[in-house]
């Protein structure tokens, strides 16, 4: 038996599962999002919810893209994607659990658990990625931003003519941050306005501080890459560059060849 086990791959296996099961709880949480009841007559029970199981179902759509990028780490035996992985299968259990529209997801949850615990020894390998403190300070400052958003304007909810659940908070807030403004949900006292609009500074900043510290580096290396093979090219001496390849070029790289540039 422990032959036949080590011959599998479990990492990637497990890391294929929990893939898999980070679709399910996508499709299973778009359901209530969407609202099918809405569109469809003689809809089974279990598609109507409330708006509590709504929220319940962004919540499992949000953990299921975890789960599905959280897959790759397991894949390749990540220390720290296995502990992720935990983390998040415990809460979607827990929150598939209190939806009780889709107990399978829930025991599948479970089950990969089991196997994580179970396997640990197989995911060895540490993470090569390093959280800088800058980049602490841009996870901090986006995630401030929504919080901002989401908390001030369902606290303001009586102030708005469109936001009446936490759904609509966190709609007007990315519709805000965006800058799309459909229109739909509208102040309607000053200090409704006040908020709004000290909502789009706070937003935009914070995007624009999180793009740069998180992808800056990302760039400027890239940049150098670029810059150093022009450099190279540039301190190259009696050389000739072609750029493209066609019947064309080929003819003129067999001339430069045969005349021994």
């Not at 299921?64 to 990028?69: A, F, K, M, N, Q």
């Not at 089950?111 to 980049?135: C, H, K, M, N, W």
């Not at 469109?162 to 000053?190: E, H, K, M, Q, R």
Request: with cysteine; hydrophobic share 50%.
């Amino acid at each position: 038996m422990r032959r036949a086990l080590d011959r599998i791959n479990i990492p990637v296996l497990l890391g294929l599962v929990l893939a898999f099961n980070g679709f399910l709880n996508v499709a299973t949480g778009l359901i209530p999002i969407f609202q099918v009841a809405r569109y469809a007559e003689d809809v089974p029970e279990y598609l109507r919810v409330t708006p509590v199981m709504r929220t319940s179902g962004v919540l499992s759509l949000i953990l299921g893209v975890v789960l599905i990028v959280i897959g790759k780490g397991l894949c390749e035996r990540r220390r720290r994607s296995w502990r992720l992985a935990l983390l998040v299968l415990c809460v979607l259990m827990a929150n598939n659990l209190y939806r009780g529209t889709t107990p399978q997801t829930a025991l599948l949850s479970g089950g990969l658990v089991a196997a994580l615990v179970l396997f640990r020894r197989r995911f060895d390998i540490p993470s090569t990625v390093e959280i800088q403190y800058a980049q602490v300070i841009a996870l901090a400052s986006l995630t401030f931003a929504l919080a901002y958003g989401i908390i001030g304007s369902y606290a303001l909810r009586r102030e708005f003519d469109g936001i009446a659940s936490w759904t609509d908070s966190v709609y007007f807030t990315f519709v805000t941050y965006s800058t799309l403004g459909y229109g739909d949900i509208i102040p309607l006292s000053d200090n409704a306005k006040v908020f709004a609009t000290t909502m789009v500074p706070v937003g935009l900043g914070s995007f624009i501080t999180a793009f740069s510290v998180l992808l800056g580096p990302a760039l400027e290396r890239r940049l150098k890459g670029v810059v150093s093979v022009m450099e190279r090219f540039q301190q190259l001496e009696n050389h000739v560059v072609i750029c493209g390849y066609s019947k064309v070029a080929e003819s003129i790289i067999y001339d430069l060849r045969e005349r021994g540039v």
